[in-house]
């Protein structure tokens, strides 16, 4: 079983990684399950653990420039806005990648994506560790990401070696992911950084797509991503909800007449995105926990975080 490390055995963590082991910590978004980045035996535990096809590239996560400056061969002016205004933060830049990183992080493309979290544990951990730590979201393959050191340790407490209890993560979501194209920012996955954001620094297409190419280049596998074992479906209106002891609800701010189902999670009574974002797969664990026939779930506002959501949704409830 993995370790339970406390906020200030950070140096055992960097210990174990600096070693080849792996640690899941925390970050600001969800918690990442890290290997050293640049030793390719950690990094192949890492999708053994996961039990994640080998295809899935990795994010990078960095403390300092001088990091950065080691994994990738350019920087164009657009990423470095980026990077100025978003760094740390729940951004992933995705730039072409030099030869210090192994071709396993990256699936064999021939771009990285790096995000440098802003969370003191996940900084402290890379600094400490005094190398670049590879991390997806400490989850098994397809499942929910955890947003708790207990989440982590349901999932994958017997696959690894520790995991850095930082609490509850702040911001709820994975980062966004984008790439630059030109003067376009292309989003290729929807996270903690909102659109609206981004469009205030340049030009903004969305491909999210992408990482449905990704998922289907291997067969088998579908583009089913943070997904509960229990069937879920969307609505639009609770009135056409069937009611009943096995049906559990995930709602935005308000469910009418909520004594007719099992369980009810709400998200945030005070209608915020950021809040609902944050309790999301928390949420979504607990419902998924209980025992339900069906998890109903209601869309969010198409904005800010609620894009973000409502992909999750939409992932979640596919088949
Ligand atoms: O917030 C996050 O991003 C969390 C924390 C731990 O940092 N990490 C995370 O990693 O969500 P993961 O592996 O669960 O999701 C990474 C996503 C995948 O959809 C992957 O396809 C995309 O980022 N990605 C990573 N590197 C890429 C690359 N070189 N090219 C294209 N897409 C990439
Ligand atoms: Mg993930």
């Keep these: 079983m993995a370790a339970l490390l406390k906020s200030d ?40 653990a996961k039990g994640r096809p080998s295809f899935d590239p990795l994010i990078v996560h960095i403390s300092d420039w001088d990091m950065l400056a080691d994994l990738v061969t350019a920087i164009t002016p657009l990423e470095r806005r980026l990077m100025q205004r978003c760094w740390p933060g729940p951004l992933t830049i995705v730039m072409p990648k030099s030869s210090t990183v192994p071709d396993l992080v990256t699936a064999g493309l021939p771009r990285v994506g790096v995000r440098w979290p802003d969370h003191a544990i996940a900084q402290r951990l890379i600094t400490l560790a005094g190398r670049p ?137 005070s209608g915020s995105l950021v809040e609902a974002a944050t309790n999301f797969f928390a949420a979504l664990s607990r419902l998924d926990a209980a025992g339900l026939r069906l998890i109903v779930a209601e869309r969010f506002p198409d904005e800010g975080l609620g894009r973000a959501l409502n992909d999750r949704l939409e992932r979640a409830s596919r088949r």
């Design 9 to 48: 055995e950070i140096a055992v963590a960097a210990d174990l990684l600096r070693r080849g082991h792996l640690v899941a910590f925390p970050t600001e978004t969800v918690y990442g399950l890290g290997a050293d980045a640049l030793n390719p035996g950690a990094v192949a535990r890492v999708f053994e």
């Design 133 to 269: 730590v590879a991390a997806p979201s400490a989850n098994r393959f397809g499942g929910i990401s955890p947003t708790t050191a207990e989440h982590v340790l349901e999932q994958l407490g017997d696959r690894i070696d520790a995991v850095i209890d930082g609490g509850p993560c702040r911001v709820g979501l994975e980062s966004t992911v984008v790439e630059v194209r030109g003067d376009t920012i292309v989003v290729l996955r929807l996270g903690g950084v909102t659109v609206e954001t981004l469009s205030r620094i340049a030009e903004v297409e969305i491909d999210v797509a992408h990482v449905d190419k990704l998922a289907q280049s291997a067969p088998g596998r579908l583009s089913r991503h943070y997904a509960p074992a229990t069937h879920l479906t969307i609505t639009k209106d609770w009135e056409q909800v069937p009611a009943g002891a096995d049906v559990g609800v995930l709602s935005f701010r308000h469910v009418p007449n909520s004594e007719r189902f099992g369980q009810v999670e709400i998200l945030s009574s």
